[in-house]
């Protein structure tokens, strides 16, 4: 094996270039996930049937479908359409379809927006009712219940898995080395592979690559679920120092 070959300066400046690209892929993505998730959430959990059942239908399809299937279909697809291209040079939006890069962002954010829907709305749905009947005993309305009671605990609660979804996203961001002009780690190993001929060692690079990505996110995701689910804990710590109540059924 040929490592010395992937610590030529060339090499490690791709290799660098690549996590850049992956870190920008991750953290656009993220970003778009939770701003679009969580009215969507809140959609998804309403009582209007159409409203719901319309989220439904989006996170079954991004759900139900690989991401690397709706990236070939948004930049493959709807990108190479004589429509859209037809106002390339003009139109907002449709002139940012002919960059590589946006069109990958696109099925992204939207793919991860469609898991973190229903990691939320599943939150929601699990809010304790006694929390609910105790802020409307207080006159909450329902816009005040949600936005100062049910959403800060659900999103609270829905952080572990979330967590989950942020190493799998990291992950996923390896399907963008099939998109022309786009360079992430898995992409960086390609070429570096492509020059080289050091396939084992080109992608034994990008693995300890994710790995390192992947020990620091989970790190972070951590230390997060700490500081936001600490009153938890210190619940569960005041329930278990507390006496027990004598049993009735056999008096001291």
């Known amino acids: ?60 399809v991004f759900r139900g479908t690989p991401l690397l299937v709706q990236v070939y279909l948004i930049y ?12 390339w040079d003009a139109i907002w ?7 590589p890069l ?6 992204f954010g939207l793919n991860t927006t469609a898991y973190t829907i229903e990691l939320v709305a599943g939150a929601i749905r699990e809010t304790p009712h006694g929390e609910v009947e105790a802020a409307q005993s207080l006159g909450m309305g329902h816009a005040t219940l949600l936005s100062r009671i049910v959403l800060p605990s659900a999103l609270r609660r829905a952080l572990p898995g979330y967590g989950n979804e942020v190493i799998l996203m990291l992950h996923a961001t390896s399907v963008a ?4 002009g786009i360079v992430d780690i898995t992409g960086a190993a390609n070429s570096v592979y492509a020059s080289t001929y050091l396939p084992f060692e080109a992608y034994i690079a990008a693995a300890m690559i994710y790995l390192v990505l992947t020990f620091v996110l989970v790190l972070a995701l951590r230390w997060i679920e700490t500081r936001a689910l600490a009153h938890l804990r210190r619940s569960d710590r005041i329930t278990a120092l507390a006496p027990a109540a004598p049993d009735e059924a056999h008096p001291a």
């Open 177 to 180: 080395s099939v998109v022309p």
């Open 76 to 87: 493959y697809g709807v990108a190479q359409l004589d429509w859209v291209q037809a106002r």
């Open 102 to 107: 946006f069109c990958t962002l696109v099925a």
């Open 93 to 99: 939006p449709w002139m940012w379809f002919k960059a």
């Open 1 to 60: 094996m040929d490592f010395e070959t992937l610590l030529q300066p060339d090499t490690l400046r791709l290799y660098a270039s690549g996590v850049g690209v992956t870190l920008e892929l991750l953290a656009i993505a993220l970003l778009v996930g939770v701003t679009l998730s969580i009215p969507l959430a809140v959609a998804r959990t309403s009582r209007w049937r159409v409203l719901s059942m319309s989220v439904a239908a989006f996170t079954f």
